[in-house]
């Protein structure tokens, strides 16, 4: 069966020519999907729904906030006190900070330490789990500033567009 779509978001391509649409028998299940060394496929997105039970969409929804992203960034190069991160992180309220760490130092990215002052000092590091993450917010971030002119334009044509 063939059929014809189109698209006219800005950014996107239009389709004017028929292609051939894959009927639902010959479309490989997820579970089929091996990889040469005949395991799964550790890419199924398929198990990054939104169930509650879901521990790699739970991971990916914490580790992917842009508050997260920002401590861990901030994390990378040393240690830093509660307030040292709340002026570092513009627009960060107190109570958004506090829960962001702890939710952070329960996935056991981030270390927290308790130093037995008055008044007590609290320090913030990133544990070596945290650490395996660096490289992949670096090339998010590069990624980002690579491309960050072609989505204002893509989001202005969009707009244009919308009316």
Same mark, same amino acid.
């Given at each position: 069966m063939a059929e014809v779509r189109t698209s006219t978001s800005p950014g996107s391509f $239009? &389709? !004017?020519?028929?292609? /051939? &649409? !894959?009927e639902p %028998? +010959? &479309?490989?299940? =997820? %579970? $089929?999907?091996? +990889? =040469?060394?005949? +395991?799964?496929?550790?890419?199924d997105v398929f198990q990054w729904d939104a169930r509650e039970d879901c521990e790699v969409r739970q991971i990916l929804d914490r580790i992917a906030d842009k508050w997260s992203l920002l401590v861990i960034s901030l994390l990378e190069e040393r240690t830093m006190r509660f307030n040292e991160l709340r002026r570092? #992180?513009?627009?960060i309220s107190q109570r958004m900070l506090t829960v962001t760490l702890r939710n @952070? /130092?329960?996935? *056991?990215? &981030?270390?927290?330490?308790?130093?037995?002052?008055v008044p007590p000092r609290v320090e913030y590091c990133l544990s070596p789990l945290g650490r395996t993450l @660096? *490289?992949? #917010?670096? %090339? @998010?971030v590069r990624w980002t500033e690579e491309h960050q002119e072609e989505i204002v334009r893509a989001r202005a044509e969009f707009d244009d567009a919308a009316g």
């Open positions: $239009e &389709v !004017t020519e028929p292609f /051939e &649409v !894959t %028998s +010959e &479309v490989t299940e =997820p %579970s $089929e999907v091996t +990889e =040469p060394s005949g +395991e799964r496929d550790r890419w570092a #992180i513009d627009g @952070l /130092e329960r996935d *056991g990215l &981030v270390c927290r330490t308790v130093y037995a002052e @660096l *490289g992949t #917010i670096q %090339s @998010l």
